[in-house]
Nanobody, 127 residues
């Protein structure tokens, strides 16, 4: 599946932003999907994930209760609603997806478990 992320921008601390990820080329509902983020010089880190049907979500502790992941499989899209943004949320955000069978719990946290990636969208939160 091919992914394209969008929706990034420059916002102030405390504001909200919604990122979108558009999927094409395969049946998106068969893919577990996730958002990761990365800042220069640091590893790409897990933000949150959502199961193929959209009934199970997981979040990094740093974004729990502020960020919400959702998906619309009829439209082949996934979204990341980000509220109460902080300067430390500044990063390039990537959507990712994978349809392969997973053999261990919490696989969704590992970037190596995803074989499809969007190009990234930059979010900058000013203080």
């Amino acid at each position: 599946v091919q992914l394209q992320a969008s929706g990034g921008g420059l916002v102030q601390t405390g504001s909200s932003l919604r990122l979108s990820c558009a999927a094409s080329g395969d049946t998106f509902s068969t893919y577990g999907a996730a958002w990761f983020r990365q800042t220069p010089g640091k590893e790409r880190e897990f933000v949150g994930s959502i199961s193929g049907p959209g009934d199970i979500t997981h979040y990094a502790d740093s974004v729990k209760r502020r960020f919400t992941i959702s998906r619309d499989n009829a439209k082949n899209t996934m979204s990341l609603q980000m509220n109460s943004l902080k300067p430390e949320d500044t990063a390039t955000y990537y959507c990712a997806a994978d349809s392969r069978l997973k053999t261990f719990s919490e696989w969704y946290r590992f970037k190596s478990e995803y074989n499809s990636w969007g190009q990234g969208t930059l979010v900058t939160v000013s203080s």
